[in-house]
């Protein structure tokens, strides 16, 4: 049986760049198309590589769309790989791979460098250089739609709870929503760092997204019936295109977005990246060094800092002005934060609003549809009443079925109160 047909993309004689976002340097680019979805297999993808170029110790890759490389890429190595992909390609019909040619990542360093030598990179760099392209994919999982609401679901049961902190979540609160989540679903196999840790991160860059598009959107904007956003796509892409993961959120419904506000709105309403002590950017286990210090060391620390490097007394006008400035931007988050929670309140008004539309459009088609039946009814009765001619059987239809609460009257008779029924309703009309 034949499949959709798509088009594959390959890219090879290049190198993946690892210095800042990750890219693919060079090489060229061979399209293989209208291939049938239900033929692709990981050993038919080696077998096209291979025209072009690939060899033993060579990878694939594949990215998924509308994704940059350092979000969207993943390892094809089988296939159930393979699939994977095919679900993603089928969206737009092109399927993109890279082949990661064995051995170019440390050309690539020497040529930026500027070295232009042969010498080795040492040994603890060159691994690391080589897993960093699939260590970035350990983080990536395929959530599921049910997986995602009870992720929510506890996040937002931790509001009122001791977990939650003016700045964010305390410290181990990943590991305390892997053992709830285990509990229910046990099967998931979803741990704090990465698979938690990364789609909390997500899920809070999209809320951003969401919250901006609200009050800036142009050409397009947020249907809060629909939970989505909606308006015209080129417009929307062009402006998701300079937002990393904004472009999958078009058309595409955010079921659990209320929950997911009340859960982060706070937090991204002081500054959009306000942190808890459980959210540094280290693993749960590891000792937070590079962890963001709270406002009292910092003031400790300026004011050593001062004392050390000012001995003539200057120090006491630095705590000053540093006391001075932590003042005027926290009444700068306290007004962002209550203008928020007015247009929130704004939003659920509305919300209501067209709640009531939608019920008053609902019942009004629903009658609209009940009177083309009865009138479908009444048409059929009329054409098997005997006693009347064909032309009174036209001016019956005519006459009664533009009147809603005849119809169901007529329809209500008995067959011989129906025949004097339409008389009378026949000679009123006359006059």
Same mark, same amino acid.
């Given at each position: 049986?034949?499949?959709?047909?798509?088009?594959?993309?390959?890219?090879?004689?290049?190198?993946?760049?690892?210095?800042?976002?990750?890219?693919?340097?060079?090489?060229?680019?061979?399209?293989?198309?209208?291939?049938?979805?239900?033929?692709?297999?990981?050993?038919?993808?080696?077998?096209?590589?291979?025209?072009?170029?690939?060899?033993?110790?060579?990878?694939?890759?594949?990215?998924?769309?509308?994704?940059?490389?350092?979000?969207?890429?993943?390892?094809?190595?089988?296939?159930?790989?393979?699939?994977?992909?095919?679900?993603?390609?089928?969206?737009?019909?092109?399927?993109?791979?890279?082949?990661?040619? &064995?051995?170019? *990542?440390?050309?690539?360093?020497?040529?930026?460098?500027?070295?232009? %030598?042969?010498? @080795? +990179?040492? !040994?603890?760099?060159?691994?690391?250089?080589?897993?960093?392209?699939?260590?970035?994919?350990?983080?990536?999982?395929?959530?599921?739609?049910?997986?995602?609401?009870?992720?929510?679901?506890?996040?937002?049961?931790?509001?009122?709870?001791?977990?939650?902190?003016?700045?964010?979540?305390?410290?181990?609160?990943?590991?305390?929503?892997?053992?709830?989540?285990?509990?229910?679903?046990?099967?998931?196999?979803?741990?704090?760092?990465?698979?938690?840790?990364?789609?909390?991160?997500?899920?809070?860059?999209?809320?951003?997204?969401?919250?901006?598009?609200?009050?800036?959107?142009?050409?397009?904007?947020?249907?809060?019936?629909?939970?989505?956003?909606?308006?015209?796509?080129?417009?929307?892409?062009?402006?998701? &295109?300079?937002? *990393?993961?904004?472009?999958?959120?078009?058309?595409?419904?955010?079921? %659990?977005?209320? @929950? +997911?506000? !009340?859960?982060?709105?706070?937090?991204?309403?002081?500054?959009?990246?306000?942190?808890?002590?459980?959210?540094?950017?280290?693993?749960?286990?590891?000792?937070?060094?590079?962890?963001?210090?709270?406002?009292?060391?910092?003031?400790?620390?300026?004011?050593?800092?001062?004392?050390?490097?000012?001995?003539?007394?200057?120090?006491?006008?630095?705590?000053?002005?540093?006391?001075?400035?932590?003042?005027?931007?926290?009444?700068?988050?306290?007004?962002?934060?209550?203008?928020?929670?007015?247009?929130?309140?704004?939003?659920?008004?509305?919300?209501?609003?067209?709640?009531?539309?939608?019920?008053?459009?609902?019942?009004?088609?629903?009658?609209?549809?009940?009177?083309?039946?009865?009138?479908?009814?009444?048409?059929?009765?009329?054409?098997?009443?005997?006693?009347?001619?064909?032309?009174?059987?036209?001016?019956?239809?005519?006459?009664?079925?533009?009147?809603?609460?005849?119809?169901?009257?007529?329809?209500?008779?008995?067959?011989?109160?129906?025949?004097?029924?339409?008389?009378?309703?026949?000679?009123?009309?006359?006059?």
């Amino acid at each position: 049986m034949e499949g959709d047909f798509i088009h594959i993309k390959i890219h090879h004689g290049g190198s993946f760049s690892m210095e800042g976002p990750l890219t693919y340097d060079g090489g060229e680019v061979s399209i293989f198309r209208d291939c049938d979805s239900e033929r692709i297999s990981y050993f038919r993808l080696v077998r096209m590589a291979k025209d072009v170029g690939f060899k033993d110790g060579d990878e694939l890759y594949y990215t998924i769309p509308e994704c940059s490389l350092d979000e969207g890429i993943d390892l094809l190595h089988d296939d159930n790989s393979v699939l994977k992909m095919l679900n993603f390609a089928k969206k737009n019909n092109l399927a993109e791979i890279y082949v990661k040619h &064995k051995g170019h *990542e440390s050309n690539l360093v020497n040529q930026r460098s500027g070295t232009g %030598n042969k010498e @080795k +990179l040492p !040994e603890e760099n060159t691994k690391s250089k080589r897993s960093k392209l699939t260590s970035k994919k350990r983080d990536k999982r395929t959530w599921t739609a049910e997986e995602e609401k009870l992720l929510i679901d506890i996040l937002h049961q931790m509001n009122d709870s001791s977990w939650k902190v003016d700045t964010g979540h305390k410290s181990g609160y990943l590991t305390y929503i892997e053992k709830e989540m285990a509990k229910v679903l046990p099967h998931a196999d979803l741990k704090a760092d990465p698979h938690i840790k990364s789609k909390v991160k997500i899920l809070k860059k999209q809320l951003s997204y969401v919250l901006e598009i609200m009050q800036n959107g142009s050409g397009f904007g947020w249907d809060d019936e629909m939970k989505m956003v909606v308006g015209d796509r080129d417009t929307y892409m062009g402006w998701a &295109k300079s937002r *990393e993961g904004a472009g999958p959120l078009y058309m595409k419904p955010m079921v %659990n977005f209320d @929950k +997911l506000c !009340e859960v982060y709105a706070s937090d991204l309403a002081q500054g959009g990246s306000a942190k808890g002590p459980g959210e540094q950017e280290v693993a749960e286990d590891e000792s937070p060094v590079h962890a963001e210090p709270t406002s009292e060391p910092n003031k400790k620390n300026v004011a050593q800092a001062q004392d050390n490097t000012n001995p003539s007394g200057s120090s006491r006008q630095g705590r000053k002005r540093t006391y001075l400035d932590d003042e005027a931007a926290e009444l700068g988050l306290v007004s962002v934060s209550n203008t928020l929670a007015k247009f929130l309140e704004a939003e659920q008004e509305n919300a209501k609003t067209m709640s009531g539309l939608q019920q008053a459009l609902f019942h009004e088609a629903e009658v609209h549809e009940q009177t083309s039946a009865n009138r479908t009814k009444l048409l059929d009765i009329l054409q098997n009443l005997e006693d009347l001619t064909d032309e009174e059987v036209v001016m019956a239809v005519r006459v009664i079925g533009r009147d809603a609460g005849q119809t169901e009257l007529f329809l209500k008779m008995r067959d011989k109160y129906q025949v004097v029924f339409v008389r009378q309703e026949l000679e009123a009309a006359k006059k």
